[in-house]
C-alpha cells in the first residue's frame, strides 16, 4: 500500500520551509522532499542583507540551514528526493518520488521555485556569486557608486537597470538586437533611454565576463562588425529572464505562457482544490526570499482550511446518510 500524508509539501527554498513551519505548527504533520537543491537558490549567494531579522546580514546557505532547523524542529518530516511526476485527478492526490515510490496526499503545496536563465560563459559561472547576479534587487547594493553592466532586453531587464541606475554611478545595457528588435514595452524602453547614467549598447552580445577572483569588466562584441570592445564594471547583472520549475505540473495546472503557476489572486490556491503553490514558482514579478516566505505561510493556511472544510463536509455527508437510514 501507498504511504499517506495530510500535506506534502514539494521543495525546501524559503517558500517550502515556511509552509513547513506553518503546517507543522497546525499539527498537519507535512512531509517535505526538498529535491536536487535541499535550501533552494540562497544556497547558491553569499551574503544576504534583505530577509528581516538578520541585523547583520547572513550568508544564504547559514540562513536556508536556519530555516530547515526550525522547519525540522517543528516536527516536518524532511526528506530528500525529488517529486517526478504527480496526479492530481482524484484525492487522495497520488505524487511519485525518485521514479520509484508513490505517496498519496491529501493536500500538496508546491514550492519549486524558479532559475534563472544564464548566458551560458564560462567565466559567467566562474564569476556567479563573485560579481555576476541574476538579481539586481538583491545585489544591487553590494556595489553601490560603482559601474555595473546588465544584460537583457525585456521589461523585466529595463527595471532591473532602472534600479541599478539608483544606486550605481553607471549602468552599462548590452542589447542583442538594435532598438526597433527590444523586447521590453515602448514606455520602459523610453524610461531607460531618458536615464542619464544608463548607457545601451545595441547590437551587442557578451563576449566574456572579465575578472580573475571578481568581476572587473565586460568584454562584449558588436553582432555587425564583430569588433571587440571591453568595458570595465564592478559587477555584471543577466536579466534574461527566468524558467519556473513547474514542468512535472504540466497538464494539471493552470499556467502562464513562461510557466509560472497561476493562483488565484490573493490566495495559494490553484485550479485544482488541495493543491496550493507558494513562492517563485508562481510569482514572476517579486522573486524575493522574503515574499517566496510570506506565500509559503499562505499555502499552509490555505491548505488547514481547506483540509478542515473537507473534513467538516464529509461529517455532514456522514451524518446526512445516518440521518437518512
Ligand atoms: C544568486 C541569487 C541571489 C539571491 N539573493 C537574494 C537576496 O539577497 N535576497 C532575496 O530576498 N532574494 C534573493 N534571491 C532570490 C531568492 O533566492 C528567491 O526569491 C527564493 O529563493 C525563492 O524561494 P522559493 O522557495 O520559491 O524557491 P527556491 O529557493 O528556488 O527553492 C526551490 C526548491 O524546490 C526544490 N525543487 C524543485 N523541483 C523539485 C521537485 N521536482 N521535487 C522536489 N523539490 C523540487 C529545489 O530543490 C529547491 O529546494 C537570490 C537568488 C539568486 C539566484
Redesign the pocket.
Known sequence: MNEHTHCLI???????YTAAIYAARANMKPVQ??????????T??T?????PGYPDGIM?PQMMVDFEQQAKRMGTDIRW????KVDFSSRPFKVEVDEEKTIEADSVII??????KWLGLESEQRL??YGV???A???GFFFKGKEVAIVGAGDTACEEALYLSKICSTVHMIIRKDRAGMKASKVMQDRVMSTENIKTYFNSETDEVLGDKKVDGVRIKSIVDGSLMDIPVSAFFVAIGHQP?SD?FKGWLEMDESGYILTKPGTTYTNVPGVFA????Q?NHY??????AGS?CMAALDAERWLGAQEALAMQTESEAVTAA
Open positions: 514539494i521543495g525546501s527554498g524559503p517558500a517550502g522532499y526538498q529535491g536536487l537543491q535541499p535550501g533552494g537558490q540562497l547558491i549567494t551574503d544576504v542583507e534583505n530577509f544564504g528526493g525529488m517529486i517526478t514550492s519549486t521555485g524558479a532559475s534563472a556567479n556569486g547576479s541574476a538579481c534587487v538583491c545585489d520549475n512535472i507558494c513562492g517563485d514558482v510569482d522573486r524575493q526570499a522574503v515574499t517566496a509559503g
